[in-house]
T-cell receptor, first 113, second 115 residues
Framework: AQKVTQAQTEISVVEKEDVTLDCVYE???????LFWYKQPPSGELVFLIR??????QNEISGRYSWNFQKSTSSFNFTITASQVVDSAVYFC??????????FGPGTRLSVLP | ETGVTQSPTHLIKTRGQQVTLRCSSQ?????VSWYQQALGQGPQFIFQ???????GRGNFPPRFSGLQFPNYSSELNVNALELDDSALYLC??????????????FGPGTRLTVT
């Protein structure tokens, strides 16, 4: 069975600070996909990134970056120079070939002005 | 905006009643998944439909059922509603098969309240 853990329930930072959201996953499969989603107060889940288990290259997209380490089963997400608009709940998820997404419990990020 | 739409936005039902939620998938997608998200929790997978057939199911009882139509839209039906069914129901569309990328795109959800 697959499992995703996000140990940080809530994080508060002041605008312009960097923040890292942790994600640890469990699976016995060698082929799997990892995702990050953002859920703003409006409720709609917004897709941020997909990573497959064979691609450990870190990725940067603007202020967002992701660090995937198979050795520690982690897929962490860093926001650089955080902004108030980054305030949301962030979910890490694991899927086998697009089926049965398993979501973590989420981390609520509050960015204070 | 993903192009995934859901209706209705909000719904209030009484325990024991039945409810039908609807979802239109994003253009070019052929797979629809349904999730239940209780307050303060992550989404829980209910089931997935591909080619009008159920293609995977989470730990939900049979009173949760679904349909997918030839145009890839979908319905989620819940019978004999219980108070614990109160949640945000999310629909997600994706592409399975050739060209699949596996990410799912979510609709805005239907907030169901059971009293």
């Amino acid at each position: 069975a697959q499992k995703v853990t996000q140990a940080q329930t809530e994080i508060s930072v002041v605008e312009k600070e960097d923040v890292t959201l942790d994600c640890v996953y469990e699976t016995r499969d060698t082929t799997y996909y990892l995702f990050w989603y953002k859920q703003p107060p409006s409720g709609e889940l917004v897709f941020l990134i997909r990573r497959n288990s064979f691609d450990e290259q870190n990725e940067i997209s603007g202020r967002y970056s992701w660090n995937f380490q198979k050795s520690t089963s982690s897929f962490n997400f860093t926001i650089t120079a955080s902004q108030v608009v980054d305030s949301a709940v962030y979910f890490c998820a694991l899927s086998l070939y697009g089926q049965n997404f398993v979501f973590g419990p989420g981390t609520r990020l509050s960015v204070l002005p | 905006e993903t192009g995934v739409t859901q209706s209705p936005t909000h719904l209030i039902k009484t325990r024991g009643q039945q409810v039908t939620l609807r979802c239109s998938s994003q253009s070019g997608h052929n797979t629809v998944s349904w999730y239940q998200q209780a307050l303060g929790q992550g989404p829980q997978f209910i089931f997935q439909y591909y080619r009008e057939e159920e293609n995977g199911r989470g730990n939900f009882p049979p009173r949760f059922s679904g349909l997918q139509f030839p145009n890839y839209s979908s319905e989620l039906n819940v019978n004999a509603l219980e108070l614990d069914d109160s949640a945000l129901y999310l629909c997600a569309s994706s592409l399975k098969g050739e060209g699949a990328r596996y990410e799912q795109y979510f609709g805005p959800g239907t907030r169901l309240t059971v009293t």
